[in-house]
């Protein structure tokens, strides 16, 4: 390991005013929820700061299987279960929008030889 690699190993640090003991809540079907509760660095609940709830799911696409992680609000597990179908279709609504505008981009990124590209164009033969 080179000096700049362990220097970059003596930088990491534990940013705990930051900590979150994390539970994992699934029905073995297609829901998985992340319950993130905030905590102190002794390891007790720190009520200041809210608890984050996280969706995970699979679906099946003809391309394969695409993992969807999702933001959920709400202010108890028993919230989370029932806003978790609504946020993971609001996940994938922002996924199949970010592919299509990724597709536009690579749809205007393409040059047609022989066609007309405006001021300064080159035409060969």
Known sequence: ????????????????????????????????IRRLAPILPDGSDDPARPVIFVGQTTLMSQAGPVPVQCPIEAASLADAMKAFPAAVNQAVERMVEEAREMQRQEASRIVVPGRDTGPGKITLG
Not at 10 to 26: G, Q
Request: no cysteine.
């Open 1 to 32: 390991m080179s000096e700049a690699e362990r220097g970059l190993i003596d930088e990491i640090e534990v940013d705990t005013s930051n900590l979150y003991r994390e539970e994992i809540f699934t029905d073995l079907k297609v829901a998985t």
